[in-house]
């Protein structure tokens, strides 16, 4: 078990921090999904800090258990809200949300099993 928690942690950690430093270095990509939903350019910094911290709390969360799933939690929550912002403006290409969903909700369920 705790294979499956390290490598869905590190994952979900390379990915939302990947993401969150898209959104901090203002690459295109988070400019052009918040334009799709409508969502202010403001917003991509505290998105992308957000993330980060998510990311990094994941990584803490490998020493302090409790952290760890509260910031895989914080993640599945973040991104139902990035689902809700998608299907409200009518977009249902959710490939790439899917594999954050499903990355942090894989390191949500592993550490709370694995606890």
């Known amino acids: 078990m705790y294979a499956a928690y ?13 993401a969150a430093v898209a959104n901090l270095i203002g690459h295109s990509y988070p ?3 918040a334009d799709l939903v409508h969502v202010d350019h403001r917003w991509i910094l505290p ?3 957000l993330l980060g911290a998510g990311a990094a709390g994941l990584l803490v969360g490998l020493a302090v258990p409790v952290l760890g799933s509260v910031a895989a939690g914080g993640l599945v929550l973040y991104f139902l809200g990035a689902l809700t912002a998608h299907l409200r403006v009518g977009d249902r290409s959710l490939a790439p949300w899917s594999l954050y969903f499903l990355t942090c ?3 949500l369920v592993t550490a709370v099993l694995y606890r």
């Open 105 to 107: 909700t894989g390191a």
């Open 6 to 18: 390290l490598a869905t942690t590190l994952l979900a950690a390379a990915l939302t921090g990947s």
């Open 47 to 49: 998105l992308g800090l």
């Open 31 to 33: 400019k052009s999904q």
